[in-house]
Nanobody, 115 residues
Framework: QVQLVESGGGLVQAGGSVRLSCTPS????????MAWYRQTAGKQRQMVAR???????DYADSVKGRFTISRDNAANTIDLQMNSLKPEDTGVYSC?????????WGQGTQVTVSS
């Protein structure tokens, strides 16, 4: 079983920045695929950014050029830097990893972007 703890959410004005961190209970070097998802009211959870094969990254079209996902092996965190935030970025952001063929999710952290 893997526990994931997110931190860094909050209220920010449009155009501002927020950095989210996810700390797993295991060494992140054991995960080959890690991602951040966002869920907004009335919509399905969608992948925002993912990092795989150590350095490869992939982003949702809506966040390309504004968000950056990274892994910090020394701190054992998976981070999401979010810049130029828009009201439509509001939602609950959850960390996700796949370990031994099983999906694991964090509880999520709320990010609210005011206009």
């Amino acid at each position: 079983q893997v526990q994931l703890v997110e931190s860094g959410g909050g209220l920010v004005q449009a155009g501002g920045s927020v950095r989210l961190s996810c700390t797993p209970s295991l060494d992140i070097r054991r995960f080959s695929n890690m991602a951040w998802y966002r869920q907004t009211a009335g919509k399905q959870r969608q992948m925002v950014a993912r990092i795989f094969n150590d350095v490869a990254t992939d982003y949702a079209d809506s966040v390309k050029g504004r968000f950056t996902i990274s892994r910090d092996n020394a701190a054992n965190t998976i981070d999401l830097q979010m810049n130029s935030l828009k009201p439509e970025d509001t939602g609950v952001y959850s960390c996700h990893v796949i370990f031994m063929g099983t999906s694991h999710w964090g509880q999520g952290t709320q990010v609210t972007v005011s206009s």
